[in-house]
């Protein structure tokens, strides 16, 4: 993989990881959650959306959509886990 498209991947993760926790949290996960959460985000999106056969968009646009309800969807499923049904006062 060349050095363009790994700084491409560290962005467009580190974009729809905060754009994540903006979301689901109301604030961000600091630069480094940001980046894991936009790359994990990005495979679950991926994979989610072939399987409903879904497409929205083109380019950079779709590609930070998938990943930011890639990582929506693995945020849910981590607070499910991590929940673990604890009731919250």
Known sequence: MEL??????????AI????A???RQGSGFGLLGN???GIIGSFVGAWLFEV???SIG???FKTIFRSVVGALVFLFLLGLIQG???SKR
């Open 35 to 37: 980046i894991v959460v």
């Open 84 to 86: 673990g049904g604890k």
């Open 21 to 23: 926790g903006l979301f």
């Open 52 to 54: 409903l056969d879904l």
């Open 16 to 19: 729809s990881g905060w754009l």
């Open 58 to 60: 083109q380019g950079l």
């Open 4 to 13: 363009s498209h790994i700084i491409a991947t560290l962005l467009i993760g």
